[in-house]
C-alpha cells in the first residue's frame, strides 16, 4: 500500500543553517506530495504541495520538488530562523485526494 | 482561503462522561470530512471518513461504539467519544475536503484530556 518514510528526528539547527529534511513514498497511480507544519499545540498547516512529477512546492522560503524518478520529496530551506521551530510532515493523498498518509514527524529546533 | 474551525480546542473531563467535538467548514461545502487521532510525538492517524448523510467508514481498530461520527450537513461534523476513559486522551483533528482545489483542509485539533 500508500506509505510514507521520513527522516527522524529531532533536528537541530543554528539560525541561518541550510535545511534538509528527507522524504520518500511508495505509492501506485499518481499522488499528490504535501508538507505540513504543526507548530505547538497547535493544528497541522499546509506547508506547501505538489501535484505532478517534477513540480516544485514553494512557501515561506521552503521547496520541494516532486522526484518521481527517486519516489522523493525532500524539504529545503537555504537559511531557517527561530520561528521555524516546529513539527514537519510528509504526507501524500491518493488520486481520489481521501486517504492520506503521513510521515512520522520531523521536529526542527532552530536555535539562536 | 478554505478554513475549518473545530470546538472546543481544549477539553478536560471526567471518566466515564462523553465527550462531543465539531469540525465545520467556514466558507465552504465538505463533501467528504475526516477525523485523525495523534497520539504525543507520532503522526495522525485516519480514524473515520464521514459523508453528509451517510454512516462513517472506520478504519481497522477504531471502535464505532466508542467514537460516534455524525456528519449532519455540508458543513459540519461531530465526533462524540463515548465514557471516555484516560486512554482516549489525545489530539482529534479533523479534516474536510472541498472547495475550489477539491483538497484537505485541516481544522486545529482538539485536545481531549480525560482525567
Known amino acids: 500500500g500508500d506509505s510514507v518514510t521520513q527522516m527522524e528526528g529531532p533536528v537541530t539547527l543554528s539560525e541561518e543553517a541550510f535545511l534538509t529534511i528527507n522524504c520518500t513514498y511508495t505509492?501506485?497511480?499518481?499522488?499528490?506530495l504535501f508538507w505540513y507544519v504543526q507548530y505547538p499545540g497547535e493544528g497541522l498547516q499546509l506547508l506547501l504541495k505538489a501535484t505532478k512529477a517534477d513540480d516544485k512546492g514553494s512557501n515561506k522560503g521552503f521547496e520541494a520538488t516532486y522526484r518521481k524518478e527517486t519516489t522523493s520529496f525532500h524539504l529545503e530551506k537555504g537559511s531557517v530562523q527561530v520561528s521555524d521551530s516546529a513539527v514537519y510532515f510528509c504526507a501524500l493523498s491518493d488520486q481520489s485526494g481521501n486517504q492520506f498518509y503521513f510521515g512520522t514527524g520531523t521536529s526542527l529546533t532552530v536555535i539562536p | 482561503g478554505a478554513v475549518v474551525s473545530q470546538h472546543p480546542s481544549r477539553v478536560i473531563c471526567k471518566s466515564g462522561t462523553s465527550v462531543k467535538i465539531e469540525c465545520r467548514s467556514l466558507?465552504?461545502?465538505?463533501?467528504?470530512m475526516f477525523w485523525y487521532r495523534q497520539f504525543p510525538k507520532q503522526s495522525l492517524m485516519l480514524m473515520a471518513t464521514s459523508n453528509e448523510g451517510s454512516k462513517a467508514t472506520y478504519e481497522q481498530g477504531v471502535e464505532k461504539d466508542k467514537f460516534l461520527i455524525n456528519h449532519a450537513s455540508l458543513t459540519l461534523s461531530t465526533l462524540t467519544v463515548t465514557s471516555a476513559h484516560p486512554e482516549d486522551s489525545s489530539f482529534y483533528i479533523c479534516?474536510?475536503?472541498?472547495?475550489?482545489?477539491?483538497?484537505?483542509?485541516f481544522g486545529p485539533g482538539t485536545r481531549l484530556t480525560v482525567l
Open positions: 505509492a501506485t497511480g499518481y499522488p499528490s
Open positions: 479534516s474536510a475536503r472541498g472547495g475550489a482545489r477539491d483538497t484537505q483542509y
Open positions: 466558507d465552504f461545502q465538505a463533501t467528504t
